[in-house]
């Protein structure tokens, strides 16, 4: 290291040297020391190219930062050469000077900075490593004695979730997938003769191993022309083997073109990334079957699975079956569900006789406990819907013969005890019994007592039932129920009710009702004895 006027400024260490691959950036610390007594300012570095023989690293490619205004006499300052190398660059090592320039402080008069020090600089370019190649080895094998062409192209036009609970690039288990292939013939004169499209779903994060893997095969495609494939597919197979996390949809294509030699070409790979989702609690339906179009007054089977998705075991299980138009409200109880494992269920449902023959849709909900199942994803729900058609000898909605009136013979307030005193009326002719019950009522109460649920009542003639319903804490507002009366398995009458239901703790649990009396007269004796304390006052001036 040489120095234009004083060895007072030194650097460490003494020559700077790096190493990169081309298209990185290098950067090399070192430091400069300030002997004088008085600062340095106006400093500044001046680069040069560095040179491999005749081959030029640019100086502009060079940079020092961390240079501050003025370091302060006696003192010591950090900072860092910067050298951004080309990815065209050729190997090798490359060197030069770089020159500090800087002014003394201790005269004022001397602020024009001059030659403190020259540092002598190496950089070595190194070519990168290559990518390591993730093509997996099926697909390698696949293009064993192939070509790559590029008038040969396949493209995945579009990935998406058709049933179940994820999205175009998340994907639960149970999800069916539709995916969308191109390809095409860019030959001017050339058919591509046994043409293979072949596709999977590949464990890159896990395992390494395929979950799907098909092919449509052995069709030709002519000179100029494309062809789209579309492929379904559902992940109900072995579901353990799809762990949570990434995944990759590929898809590739081999051929023979139609020339003299029938060339072996293959297109580039087009590739997905997927993230399977893997929740803790997570219990959905597979499989719900029943017969879609039955008669009214028939009973109808329904079977299902009830499949635990999730990584933890799962307790109290139940499925719900509703449909309020035909009464049906039916409570499964499943119990318990291993990881990964389904159980399942089967019920015979009656279908009333009186009902309008169409199609009526049937709600599947599955809950845990006394709560629906639902995903962390995007909060979707565990339900399903089905349809049913219903035909033939069906009366339709018949007026009804039966007539409910209901009064409440409490205050409805959170937390306690609501009773509802209900009368049934026979308007018909014969003696009729009548299977009396609540529903709807699951969203506010934690359930009911009834004094009888039976009745037996002639023509013209009326009985009266009453209700007691456990009303949850912290209700309130407007709460409606249903009175339903069945006869002979058939919903005759379904009556709606309304409670207003009252927070607990109200001033009209401890005034009643004319609470607003008490508060007009606590606010009088507030007022009487502001008077009497101002009038007090008044006197005594």
Partial sequence: MSFASSAEVTFDPTALTGEGDQGTTVDITFTISNGYVGNLSNMSFVFEDLLKDTIVL??????????????????????????????????????????????????????????????NVSITVTEPEPE???????????????VLDDDFYLDIDDIKVIEGYGDDEEWFIFDEIEVTIDVENDFANDDIDKLEIRWGLYDSDGSGSWYIDDEENDFTLKDGKDKTLTITFKLDEDIDELEDGDWTFYAWAIGK??????????AEIESQSIDIVDEDDFV???????????????????????????????????VKIYNNQLGINEWIDI???????????????????????????????????????ENEFDDDLSQEVGEITLEGSCSGADESQ??????????????????????????????ETYTISAVDYETWAAGYILDQDVLVIS??????????????SG??????????????????????VVATIKPAGSLSDLFGDNWYLWAIGALNIVLVVVIIIVAVRVARK
């Fill in 475 to 496: 209700v309130e507002g407007d709460k409606t129920f249903n009175i339903q009366v069945t006869s002979d398995g058939d919903i005759v009458e379904k009556q709606p």
């Fill in 402 to 431: 039966v007539v409910v009136d209901a009064t409440l013979e409490s205050e409805a307030k959170a937390g306690q005890e609501l009773v509802v005193r209900a009368t049934i009326t026979n308007t018909g002719n014969a003696l």
């Fill in 132 to 146: 390591p190649d993730t093509t997996p080895q099926k697909i390698l094998n696949d293009f064993e004695g192939y």
């Fill in 58 to 119: 640019l100086e502009d490619k060079l940079e020092v930062t961390g240079l501050p205004d003025e370091i302060a006499g006696e003192s010591d300052q950090e900072v860092t050469l910067t050298v951004q190398i080309p990815t065209d660059q050729e190997v090798g090592l490359y060197e030069g000077e770089i020159e500090f320039w800087a002014a003394i402080t201790t005269d004022p008069l001397t602020t024009d900075p001059l030659l403190r020090g020259t540092l």
């Fill in 335 to 373: 119990g318990e569900v291993d990881s990964y494992e389904d159980e399942s269920f089967s019920v015979n449902i009656k279908i009333p006789s009186n009902v309008e023959a169409k199609t009526y849709y049937i709600d599947f909900i599955v809950f845990d406990d006394d709560e629906i199942y």
């Fill in 257 to 266: 073109l139609d020339d003299d030699d029938k060339t072996k070409i293959h």
């Fill in 284 to 318: 959905v339906l597979d499989d719900i079957s029943f017969t879609s179009v039955v008669s009214c007054g028939e009973e109808v089977q329904i079977t299902g699975d009830v499949w635990n998705i999730g990584s933890d075991d799962q307790e109290d299980v139940f």
């Fill in 459 to 472: 023509g013209g003639e009326s009985q009266e039932v009453v209700f007691t319903f456990d009303v949850n």
